[in-house]
């Protein structure tokens, strides 16, 4: 008779040593686990419970569709999956492209290794402009193309702002000025909040059993981006962004 296997939660970064010590990988599922229990040395990445698929104050409907959706340069790298620990970060991922049956929420796309396509989690965030706060309020899973116009200023920082532009206009149907206006606007957007210093409030993640790492403080966040981004050249202008 065939022995249960028994599911673990592998950090990526931690998949060689797992294997090292008896651990499978399950293609259909994406998960590793133990092929029998009690196996020495696989203790340390026993399985906690499940994340809900619906996170506590989680909205659902925030943001739909797709939109460039800058974050403030003041919170830059400090996103869900920096904030997260690693062991909790594989239960989260796994908990956000399994709800969405491992296709983007937007173009409906399935990961494709062949292209590079991947599928992603991205933050939707409100904004408290009194308290400068800065509210996560959904997770939800993109696509590599789809993430890519999100972070459409990054974009232009790797080179691929004339391939996200070009997604953004066949996915939402917009001509080339409507889609030229809408990045516009959302620059205009990022600017505005980019003075201010934000306060993050992950509590749908704390609620629901999530093990947070420790954020960069405000200081950090604000110097990093400029850290990160110059060597590879200053941000291009406002004349360049949706060229």
């Not at 965030?125 to 590599?144: A, E, G, S």
Request: proline letters at 6%; glycine letters at 10%.
């Amino acid at each position: 008779m065939a022995t249960e296997r028994v599911w673990l939660d592998v950090p990526f970064s931690e998949k060689d040593e797992a294997k090292r010590h008896g651990a499978r990988w399950d293609p259909s599922a994406r998960r590793w686990y133990a092929p029998r229990p009690g196996m020495e040395g696989l203790g340390r990445w026993a399985a906690a419970p499940d994340v809900p698929d619906l996170l506590p104050g989680e909205d659902r409907t925030l943001g739909s569709g797709l939109f460039v959706d800058l974050v403030p340069s003041t919170c830059w790298f400090t996103n869900v999956r920096s904030c997260v620990a690693d062991r909790d970060w594989e239960r989260l991922r796994r908990m956000i492209t399994g709800r969405a049956g491992r296709r983007c929420e937007i173009c409906g796309a399935a990961e494709d290794r062949g292209t590079g396509r991947w599928l992603e989690a991205h933050e939707r965030w409100v904004f408290d402009d009194v308290r400068r706060v800065q509210t996560l309020r959904r997770l939800i899973c993109l696509c590599t193309d789809c993430h890519t116009v999100t972070h459409f200023g990054y974009a232009q920082v790797r080179g691929l702002e004339a391939r996200a532009f070009a997604h953004l206009r066949a996915v939402t149907g917009m001509t080339g000025s409507q889609a030229r206006r809408h990045v516009e606007a959302a620059f205009e957007l990022w600017e505005r909040r980019s003075r201010f210093t934000w306060s993050l409030d992950l509590g749908i993640l704390t609620r629901a059993g999530v093990a947070l790492a420790p954020p960069p403080g405000a200081e950090d966040r604000a110097r990093v981006p400029g850290e990160v981004l110059r060597p590879a050249g200053e941000p291009p202008d406002r004349g360049r962004r949706t060229r």
